[in-house]
Nanobody, 129 residues
Framework: QVPLVETGGGLVQPGGSLKLSCTGS????????MAWFRQAPGKERDIVAA????????YYADSVKGRFTISRDNAKKTVYLQMHSLKPEDTAVYYC??????????????????????WGQGTQVTVSS
């Protein structure tokens, strides 16, 4: 079991910023990819950003590219999502996710939610005036 704990959500006005954090456990011999997903009411859970263990490979959804930054600190077992220039369309529950390491390379990530094995509880981000 790999519990993930998310913090940092809240209410912010359009154009504002928030930073989400997700802390979990990574196995001694694992180099797992991690990601952030979000789900708005009535919509599917969609990829926001993903990052390999080494941070050498990073993915952003087109809708957040240039505004959001994903990063991780493996010593702290934490992944971050720095969000700038927030829009009302960013309003959603944000979930962090971790996939069991399949290769040990630390250089890959997934963009499909079904690839991830462990999930945070979700943190609400609301962008509104």
């Amino acid at each position: 079991q790999v519990p993930l704990v998310e913090t940092g959500g809240g209410l912010v006005q359009p154009g504002g910023s928030l930073k989400l954090s997700c802390t979990g456990s990574e196995g001694t011999f694992s180099r797992p990819p991690m990601a952030w997903f979000r789900q708005a009411p009535g919509k599917e859970r969609d990829i926001v950003a993903a990052i390999s263990w080494s941070s050498s490979s990073i993915y952003y959804a087109d809708s957040v590219k240039g505004r959001f930054t994903i990063s991780r600190d493996n010593a702290k077992k934490t992944v971050y999502l720095q969000m700038h220039s927030l829009k009302p369309e960013d309003t959603a529950v944000y979930y962090c996710a971790l996939a069991q390491d399949a290769y040990g390379s630390g250089t890959y990530y997934y963009t499909e939610s079904g690839r991830y094995d462990y999930w945070g509880q979700g943190t609400q981000v609301t962008v509104s005036s």
